[in-house]
């Protein structure tokens, strides 16, 4: 039997779209001689779909897809992820299933048993949890299909009571199906593949995994579809972060092997994280234009890392002929600023303008200054200066059809140290999920050939350039110290005295916890942050505003 | 036996507060010779304390708060909300319990079982369903002990499989008790009590509930505690939006019999929707003050029914001298706005101030003049007035430590018809839950006895006055139209073909329905809107941006 893995990229509720795909791929497969073409979970209409899944008429264009898709399923059969209407009238409304199409209709639903609710994943909001479960029976083959979080009960994380593979395999299958939407992080391949490996090792019997790719807003798929084999080993890999179908060969002998048909072996082993990180982002800064049907980005930059690496980035993304930079200096503004950016700027061949701040600046200054008089120059006029340069980028923006790319990065937005309404403005995120110190590792892996990054930008000390000689420092840790602290709070989920114990200042602690807590009001307004880490801003860290703990 | 129902504000994770208050509650109803007191459901820890629930740390505190609270419960029991870790590995890491304290420790732990996770609800993120149900028996008195969605399941709404009371019921209870974390919408008090007046109909016993009041960020909680009797009649109940505490006497003679000790009873019988908005709205803007430790709330009035509005509300909520109203008037602004706006600030007696933005806007049109050239006035310059307006406010609250409260109303939110960093900022979005027709509704109920709100804002045609003779209609339908298809999408979740099938235009339905998805992107950066419907912008409706459903 010949077994296709399709990872495609799909448009949430973009029906015609994803089924058109899905067809041609069944096409491609057939011209294989294919038996078993195998898509992605919830694959008709795209994941996270979220609370478009509330809508009937939504779920019937689904429908329609897999009514579709299973007329093109004549001498091969295919696995489609797709909702199913609940038949019984308690619980949830949906099914979240795996459609097996043969013969031109559909053959058999299995409805996946564990639903992931943590971190992004809202799946009990939508769905009601399967509770059968058998085999299918294909060409004399024995499946034990299932869908993602299905097989994530292992020994070492047990989110759950049930282990869906534990009665399967009382029916002795050949080979296990798992069809996935399994959101990239740089934890998260190493994670997954664990997870395969496990499963492959316990049951001893093959995977066949597919993966979604792409980007939908906050979330980007590395894909990752693969084989591991009955004794745990991964046989071979789709490609990461791009679109790939790959066709293998099983033969029983002594016992099962796999072969891959017309297709060079593309096993990546041992990954670069940062490599990985870099691809990720300008997946998903592309994705989110070309889904929202825009084609150019437009970035202040200020001379420092930061927004440096996010033109180089979007640059990556859409193409130099797509990226404009904009300085925008202020009396507080570094002469070095200007001119690191443009030889940045030049380097990457795009488009750049200088356009001053000051008169804007004083302008508001004169108009408030019946209200301000003779208070001192603070916060509120560094604020001025940064929502100054926010309404000329979205004048910038909205004039001429362009998307605005926010520059904050993860230490930032935890402790608060940007302006609302100001630099922490863009329609998407795209280093949010970098904290500082992994921002100077991300410029080093892009300048590891040759400086792309002038060394001067990755080398000054960090400054908002807000007011005279200002440094982070001045606020701030040492970044190193900040980004651990934070790291054992946000993604750790430690207490005071816990990261206490591991070696910081009991008061250095309490204060930059205290500013974590207080600072979510903005967050809370923050753009779309492109997700690379275990536990992003954004839907997957829920936290209250008005909230009194640790603050 | 006397039953004490104490109806509190708490404020999540400040649990020396909110332990201190039941405590306190614990001593006034001792004074009543009562025999147990009622709290809500996560009584310790607020509820919704959200992912602060997954730090261990959060859950000791609320350990703690328990031990504390027991020590006090000497001749008198109390029920008390709070985590309790599960103790079992698979599974969830905690219940949603109700603990039953006396004689100075815990008794009973009464979990959860029907865990709501729809709209704002997602308690599957953090807790295992309870599934043992075993009735309390105090003082000769069998209590069934039920918390919140575990009296949800009745016959017409049947979200869940299990309903614990089928199970408690064989066990001959002699009352229901229910605590609850029910937050307040313009439909909820109706729908809450007739949840209650089923569950004592189906099993014929009374029931005593006890619900959070108060507001935690976008959600509002009406209290409405009330007691209802073995034939389903609502034989009191505590007073709304306001912390409050009763006590009833429990005699059994042929039957159960209920009498109020040492109060009047307070049925409200029907209520008026838009008295119970304006309070929702007023304890929603007071509360996130209070809990965010501010006092004071600057407004920009623009001569609009929906600043007028946010900016009485504030006044009720804050008082007079904490309100300060900004006229913001530019060479688009008609001489009426400013004039409306003047007598209105004169009524409420809080202090204004008119600062132009032309001198802003003209520096920015200058400054902007090499890139935008020739090109004709449009949506840019818009944005650009109402920008600078947020940069002026924004300067005003940070420099004299005010809350600038965001104007927007539901059916611009819905379309996107306002200017993200401009009109849509904002610490909280007061009337964001209210469509245009609703808030006409809402001025005239306040306007009911005496001329607050003036007549002329009331009655002229809606305008953004961002150019010469702007008004809605030139870009909306007339908002009676809007506002019932947005209805019908936003809270019935109803499809295109389900809407046109009402009656109104086939393209205006698509062209309204596109409008409100391809804006999801600006609502991501809204700010909290408090709740008073069924279904707010914000955590409870979870949409794509990037998706292309009807888009």
């Given at each position: 039997?010949?077994?296709?893995?399709?990872?495609?990229?799909?448009?949430?509720?973009?029906?015609?779209?994803?089924?058109?795909?899905?067809?041609?791929?069944?096409?491609?497969?057939?011209?294989?001689?294919?038996?078993?073409?195998?898509?992605?979970?919830?694959?008709?209409?795209?994941?996270?779909?979220?609370?478009?899944?509330?809508?009937?008429?939504?779920?019937?264009?689904?429908?329609?897809?897999?009514?579709?898709?299973?007329?093109?399923?004549?001498?091969?059969?295919?696995?489609?992820?797709?909702?199913?209407?609940?038949?019984?009238?308690?619980?949830?409304?949906?099914?979240?299933?795996?459609?097996?199409?043969?013969?031109?209709?559909?053959?058999?639903?299995?409805?996946?048993?564990?639903?992931?609710?943590?971190?992004?994943?809202?799946?009990?909001?939508?769905?009601?949890?399967?509770?059968?479960?058998?085999?299918?029976?294909?060409?004399?083959?024995?499946?034990?299909?299932?869908?993602?979080?299905?097989?994530?009960?292992?020994?070492?994380?047990?989110?759950?009571?049930?282990?869906?593979?534990?009665?399967?395999?009382?029916?002795?299958?050949?080979?296990?199906?798992?069809?996935?939407?399994?959101?990239?992080?740089?934890?998260?391949?190493?994670?997954?593949?664990?997870?395969?490996?496990?499963?492959?090792?316990?049951?001893?019997?093959?995977?066949?995994?597919?993966?979604?790719?792409?980007?939908?807003?906050?979330?980007?798929?590395?894909?990752?579809?693969?084989?591991?084999?009955?004794?745990?080993?991964?046989?071979?890999?789709?490609?990461?972060?791009?679109?790939?179908?790959?066709?293998?060969?099983?033969?029983?002998?002594?016992?099962?092997?796999?072969?891959?048909?017309?297709?060079?072996?593309?096993?990546?082993?041992?990954?670069?994280?940062?490599?990985?990180?870099e691809?990720?982002l300008?997946?998903?800064?592309?994705?989110?234009?070309?889904?929202?049907?825009?084609?150019?980005a437009?970035i202040g930059l200020s001379g420092g890392i930061d927004s440096a690496l996010v033109v180089y980035l979007a640059t990556k993304?859409?193409?130099?002929?797509?990226v404009?930079a904009v300085m925008?200096?202020?009396?507080?503004?570094?002469?070095h600023s200007v001119n690191d950016s443009l030889l940045l700027a030049a380097r990457l061949?795009i488009?750049q303008?200088?356009?001053?701040?000051?008169?804007?600046?004083?302008?508001?200054?004169?108009?408030?200054?019946?209200?301000?008089?003779?208070?001192?120059?603070?916060?509120?006029?560094?604020?001025?200066?940064?929502?100054?340069?926010?309404?000329?980028?979205?004048?910038?923006?909205?004039?001429?059809?362009?998307?605005?790319l926010n520059t904050s990065n993860?230490?930032?937005?935890?402790?608060?140290?940007?302006?609302?309404?100001?630099d922490?403005?863009?329609?998407?995120?795209v280093i949010?999920?970098l904290?500082k110190?992994e921002i100077y590792q991300l410029a080093n892996h892009i300048n590891?050939?040759?400086e792309i990054i002038p060394v001067n930008i990755i080398n000054k000390?960090p400054s908002?350039e807000?007011?005279?000689?200002?440094?982070?420092?001045?606020?701030?840790?040492?970044?190193?110290?900040?980004?651990?602290?934070?790291?054992?709070?946000?993604?750790?989920?430690?207490?005071?005295?816990?990261?206490?114990?591991?070696?910081?200042?009991?008061?250095?602690?309490?204060?930059?916890?205290?500013?974590?807590?207080?600072?979510?009001?903005?967050?809370?307004?923050?753009?779309?942050?492109?997700?690379?880490?275990?536990?992003?801003?954004?839907?997957?860290?829920?936290?209250?505003?008005?909230?009194?703990?640790?603050?």
């Amino acid at each position: 039997m010949k077994i296709t893995l399709s990872q495609l990229s799909f448009h949430t509720g973009n029906f015609s779209t994803n089924t058109k795909k899905m067809i041609n791929a069944i096409n491609e497969a057939k011209k294989c001689g294919s038996d078993l073409i195998v898509f992605a979970e919830l694959a008709t209409c795209g994941y996270p779909a979220r609370d478009f899944l509330q809508f009937q008429d939504f779920i019937s264009l689904a429908q329609k897809s897999i009514i579709e898709i299973a007329a093109h399923c004549t001498n091969i059969a295919a696995i489609v992820g797709s909702p199913t209407v609940n038949p019984v009238v308690h619980g949830k409304d949906l099914y979240n299933s795996a459609y097996f199409l043969v013969d031109g209709k559909v053959q058999h639903i299995v409805n996946k048993t564990l639903l992931p609710n943590y971190d992004i994943f809202d799946e009990n909001r939508y769905f009601e949890p399967g509770t059968l479960h058998h085999i299918i029976t294909y060409k004399n083959y024995k499946i034990a299909l299932t869908i993602c979080e299905d097989l994530w009960n292992i020994n070492d994380n047990p989110m759950y009571i049930k282990a869906p593979m534990d009665v399967l395999i009382s029916e002795n299958p050949d080979f296990i199906i798992n069809i996935a939407a399994s959101p990239y992080s740089k934890t998260q391949i190493e994670t997954r593949q664990n997870v395969l490996k496990i499963n492959a090792l316990k049951y001893q019997l093959p995977v066949f995994y597919v993966n979604h790719v792409g980007a939908q807003t906050h979330l980007i798929f590395d894909g990752g579809s693969c084989v591991v084999d009955a004794t745990g080993n991964i046989f071979d890999e789709l490609q990461y972060f791009s679109e790939d179908q790959k066709t293998y060969q099983l033969t029983v002998k002594e016992n099962l092997s796999i072969d891959l048909c017309d297709a060079i072996s593309t096993l990546t082993g041992i990954r670069n994280k940062y490599a990985d990180i870099e691809i990720a982002l300008t997946l998903g800064i592309k994705q989110y234009f070309d889904k929202l049907g825009f084609k150019k980005a437009v970035i202040g930059l200020s001379g420092g890392i930061d927004s440096a690496l996010v033109v180089y980035l979007a640059t990556k993304a859409l193409g130099p002929d797509n990226v404009w930079a904009v300085m925008m200096p202020s009396q507080y503004s570094s002469e070095h600023s200007v001119n690191d950016s443009l030889l940045l700027a030049a380097r990457l061949g795009i488009k750049q303008n200088i356009i001053s701040i000051e008169k804007t600046f004083q302008t508001l200054s004169d108009t408030l200054q019946p209200y301000f008089k003779d208070t001192p120059f603070g916060l509120t006029e560094e604020n001025m200066q940064s929502r100054s340069r926010a309404v000329i980028l979205m004048a910038l923006a909205n004039k001429f059809g362009y998307i605005l790319l926010n520059t904050s990065n993860k230490s930032e937005l935890a402790v608060g140290y940007g302006t609302l309404y100001g630099d922490m403005c863009g329609g998407i995120s795209v280093i949010g999920d970098l904290y500082k110190t992994e921002i100077y590792q991300l410029a080093n892996h892009i300048n590891r050939k040759e400086e792309i990054i002038p060394v001067n930008i990755i080398n000054k000390e960090p400054s908002a350039e807000l007011r005279p000689d200002q440094k982070d420092s001045d606020s701030l840790p040492p970044y190193d110290i900040l980004d651990s602290i934070l790291f054992h709070y946000i993604e750790e989920t430690k207490g005071i005295q816990q990261i206490i114990d591991h070696g910081f200042e009991p008061d250095l602690v309490k204060k930059i916890l205290k500013m974590v807590n207080i600072n979510e009001w903005k967050r809370w307004q923050a753009p779309p942050v492109l997700r690379v880490s275990q536990k992003a801003f954004g839907p997957g860290r829920r936290v209250p505003i008005s909230g009194k703990y640790l603050s």
